[in-house]
RNA sequence: GUGCCUAUGGUGUAAUGGUUAGCACUGAGGUUUGUGGAACCUCCAGCACGGGUUCGAAUCCCGUUAGGCACCCCA
C-alpha cells in the first residue's frame, strides 16, 4: 500500500478551474482596462527576490514569520515575493537614469504571505499594483485615487457604497511630535492606538491612550473624535503657515471634486504602514455594514528608492486585491455568484465538430483545420461516442454549435450547423459558415 | 502561535446509540451505431485518522489531522 496523494491545493492557495479563471480574467480585464486608459504600462517581475530585499525595508521578524524564504542550492536566502513595490523600487532605481518620467506603471502579480488563512486572506492573492513616479504635486494622488474610485464603480459599487478616505503622515507626524511632544517610540505607539481605535473597546483605548499621552488625553481624544476636517483643523494650535499635510488633503478633496468624485473625506484615524508612506495615504472603504472594510489602499512614498542608494524619486501608488474584487462582485451584481460548474460560462470554442463514423474522422480533421486558417475556434470530438452524447457533450461545454460529420457530409460537402441554443439546423457549404458567426 | 466551529461517495446532503449507511447531482454503460438538454435501467464510489465508552458507535467522549472563522499580524 502507498498513501493516495490529496487532492487538495496546498493551504492557502487557489486552483482555478475554467469557471474560475473566467472570472479572474474579467477582473484582470477590468484593471487592464481601465489603468491602460490612464497611461499606465505593464510590467513584471520574478516571484523570487533576495530575502534581503525585504529585510532592508521591514524587520527580520516580517521577513522570519511571515513570508516564505528558504535557502537555494548556492546558500542565498530567497524570498516569495510578499508585495509588488520593492521589486518595483528595484527595478526602476537600476534602470533610473534611462527611464521617462513621470512614469506610470502597472503590474498584477501573485504575493506569498505566510499566515492563518481566513476570510478575504489567503497565502496566494493576486494584487493589481499601479504606481506613478516622478511628480511631486499632489496631481499624483488625485490621478492615483481617480483610477482607484474608477476601478470600484467598475466592480458595481455606487458613490454612496463607499467612500475615500484621505490623511497625511506628516500631518500624525506633526500631531504627535509637535502637538503632544512624544518622541518617536511614543509616536509609533500612539499611531498603532489609533490604528486599532474602532477594535478597541473605549475603556481600553484610553487606558493605553493615558499611558502614553498621560493628561493630554483628552485633549487628544477631543481631536481625534472631530466630526469632520473644518473641526479637527479648529482644534489644532494655530500656527503661521497652514500644515503641508492639511494644505494637501484639502487639496486633493478639492481637485476630487472637481473630477465628479465627491465621496472622499478626511480620516484622521486612517494610518497604514508605518515606515512606508511619507505623504498622503489614503483607503477605499466599502460602507456597506455586512462587510465594512478596505477594498484599496495606497499613499506616497518618496523614500523608498534610497534604500538602493540612489536619489530620491517620489512615487504614488496603490494596490488592490482580487478576493476583495470578486466578493464585491458578488456582492454588487456584477458577476454572478458561484454555482460550482467546472466549466466556463462563455465558451472560448466557437464549434464542435463530431464525428459518426470513425471513417470520417479525416474529413473532419481536414475541415477543423481549414475553419482554423479562417480564423475560427474549433474542436474536434474525438471520443468516438454516439452522437447524441456528442452533441449533449457539446452543449455542457456551452460551445454555442456543431457540425456533425459523417457518411452524407463526406459525400456532399454540405454542412448542417446546429445551433445548441435554439436547436434549429441549418444547411450550408464550408464557405458560408463566416455567416453566422461573429 | 491562541481560541471557537466543522469533518458521511467526486459534489451537495440524510440517518431517536440498533437492519446491508439512504437520496440527488456528476461520471461510466445501456434502452437507441445520424442529432443534446427528457424518461427509465445498470454500474463505479463514502462514515478523515487513532483510541475509549457500550451488548452494539456515522451518532457519545478523548486525541490527531485537515478545513473554516476570529484573534495576533497585515510590510
Not at 89 to 111: D, F, K, Q, T, V
Request: some cysteine; aromatic content about 10%; glycine content about 8%.
Amino acid at each position: 500500500m502507498f498513501n493516495k496523494l490529496s487532492t487538495e491545493s496546498y493551504k492557502g492557495v487557489r486552483d482555478f478551474y475554467p469557471a474560475d479563471m473566467a472570472i479572474q480574467k474579467k477582473i484582470f480585464g477590468i484593471w487592464r482596462n481601465i489603468v491602460e486608459k490612464y497611461g499606465y504600462e505593464e510590467y513584471g517581475a520574478s516571484i523570487l527576490e533576495p530575502a534581503d530585499l525585504y529585510r532592508a525595508k521591514t524587520g527580520d521578524e516580517i521577513v522570519n514569520e511571515q513570508t516564505y524564504t528558504f535557502t537555494d542550492r548556492g546558500d542565498r536566502e530567497v524570498t516569495l515575493r510578499p508585495e509588488m513595490t520593492p521589486s518595483l523600487a528595484r527595478m526602476i532605481a537600476g534602470r533610473r537614469r534611462e527611464l521617462i518620467y513621470p512614469l506610470r506603471w502597472y503590474s498584477i502579480p501573485n504575493l506569498f504571505r505566510y499566515e492563518q488563512p481566513q476570510r478575504g486572506r489567503l497565502r496566494e492573492h493576486w494584487q493589481l499594483n499601479v504606481d506613478i513616479f516622478g511628480v511631486d504635486s499632489i496631481n499624483a494622488e488625485i490621478e492615483i485615487i481617480n483610477i482607484a474610485y474608477d476601478i470600484t464603480r467598475m466592480y458595481g459599487l455606487s458613490d454612496t457604497d463607499f467612500e475615500i478616505r484621505v490623511n497625511d503622515r506628516r500631518l500624525m507626524d506633526y500631531i504627535t511630535r509637535d502637538v503632544f511632544g512624544l518622541d518617536e517610540v511614543q509616536a509609533k505607539k500612539l499611531a498603532k492606538l489609533i490604528d486599532k481605535k474602532d477594535k478597541l473597546q473605549p475603556q481600553n483605548f484610553e487606558l493605553v491612550g493615558r499611558e502614553i499621552l498621560g493628561d493630554k488625553f483628552e485633549q487628544f481624544l477631543t481631536l481625534l473624535n472631530s466630526e469632520n476636517f473644518e473641526e479637527f483643523t479648529s482644534r489644532l494650535p494655530q500656527t503661521k503657515e497652514e500644515h503641508i499635510g492639511l494644505k494637501n488633503i484639502k487639496a486633493i478633496i478639492a481637485g476630487l471634486e472637481k473630477l465628479g468624485i465627491t465621496n472622499v473625506i478626511f480620516d484622521q484615524t486612517l494610518m497604514r504602514g508605518f515606515d512606508y508612506y511619507t505623504g498622503i495615504v489614503f483607503e477605499v472603504y466599502d460602507k456597506n455594514p455586512a462587510n465594512r472594510r478596505s477594498i484599496f489602499g495606497g499613499g506616497r512614498y518618496d523614500d523608498l528608492l534610497s534604500l538602493f542608494g540612489n536619489d530620491k524619486i517620489s512615487a504614488v501608488g496603490f494596490g488592490a486585491g482580487d478576493v476583495i474584487a470578486k466578493d464585491l462582485m458578488e456582492t454588487y451584481g456584477s458577476i454572478p455568484k458561484e454555482d460550482g460548474s467546472i466549466a466556463q460560462k462563455g465558451s472560448s470554442t466557437d464549434i464542435m465538430i463530431c464525428i459518426v463514423g470513425i471513417e470520417n474522422t479525416s474529413y473532419a480533421l481536414d475541415l477543423a483545420q481549414s475553419l482554423r486558417l479562417k480564423g475560427f475556434r474549433i474542436a474536434v470530438d474525438l471520443s468516438g461516442k454516439k452522437v447524441g452524447d456528442q452533441i449533449s457533450n457539446a452543449g455542457k461545454r456551452n460551445i454555442p454549435k456543431v457540425i456533425c460529420i459523417g457518411d452524407e457530409e463526406v459525400k456532399t460537402g454540405k454542412l448542417r450547423v446546429k445551433d445548441l441554443d435554439g436547436g434549429e439546423e441549418v444547411m450550408m457549404m464550408e464557405e458560408e459558415i463566416q455567416k453566422i458567426i461573429k
